[in-house]
């Protein structure tokens, strides 16, 4: 199993462009998470997708969208990119079963940088 | 409100030295408790977690935590540290029936030889 994968792992964008980042789990998870990190402020919930067709609005949504249109996939996109969104973006999953309950497993990052 | 708090943003130790980070919370409901730990340029890895039962948790890497629920804490340990611990510790609390965890801030953990 990869667990939770990420792409890219790095990106640099210009102010104003678009890109969508892409998270894959082959756990078959119900849950999936975007977060951002940034210094000193620890993860914050982006948004979130409890199964397949839904999505949430997290801590921290404007300028950001998502889709979940598989199971195995979360797209996290920005359609037109500020600098106040360079940080580290790391996706997660979950199963929520008795047992594993809120259990989520990340993955790698991506580093996006917006000039 | 629910909230984590890590009080400590920067700890330093040296090998072979105890370790203790703290970790309080503030939620309505039974919390379930998480640690990770991020190592620089990595994701996100789980070191342990407390559901119910034994309130003291043992985890990876040789550590543990204690849930206390009279002082709405859950306290990471390791009795002896390693460079490789070097590293940074995130609090984690959700509860049954939820599906979000609410982060805290992270401690940054830095071990001299």
């Known amino acids: 199993n990869a667990g939770v994968t990420q792409t890219p792992k790095f990106r640099v964008l210009k102010t104003g462009q678009s890109m969508t980042l892409l998270c894959a789990q082959d756990?078959?998870?119900?849950?999936m998470y975007w977060y951002r990190q940034d210094p000193g402020m620890g993860l914050r919930l982006i948004h979130y997708s409890v199964g397949e067709g839904t999505t949430a609005k997290g801590e921290v949504p404007d300028g950001y969208n998502v889709s979940r249109l598989k199971k195995q996939n979360f797209l996290l996109g920005l359609e037109s990119a500020a600098p106040s969104q360079t940080s580290v973006y790391f996706c997660?999953?979950?199963?929520?079963?008795?047992?594993?309950?809120?259990?989520?497993?990340f993955g790698p990052g991506t580093r996006l940088t917006v000039l | 409100a629910q909230s984590v708090t890590q009080p400590d943003i920067h700890i330093t130790v040296s090998e072979g030295a105890s370790l203790e980070l703290r970790c309080n919370y503030s939620?309505?409901?039974?919390?379930?408790l998480f640690w990770y730990v991020q190592s620089p340029g990595q994701g996100l890895q789980l070191l342990l977690k407390y559901f119910s039962g034994d309130t003291l948790v043992q985890g990876i890497k040789g550590f543990e935590a204690e849930f206390k629920r009279s002082q709405s804490s859950f306290n990471l340990r390791k009795p002896s540290v390693h460079w490789s611990d070097a590293a940074e510790y995130f609090c984690?609390?959700?509860?049954?029936?939820?599906?979000?965890?609410?982060f805290g801030t992270g401690t940054r953990l830095q071990v001299f030889p």
């Open positions: 939620y309505g409901a039974t919390p379930y």
């Open positions: 756990m078959n998870h119900e849950y």
């Open positions: 984690a609390v959700g509860a049954y029936n939820t599906d979000k965890l609410i």
């Open positions: 997660a999953s979950s199963l929520l079963a008795e047992g594993d309950e809120n259990t989520q497993y």
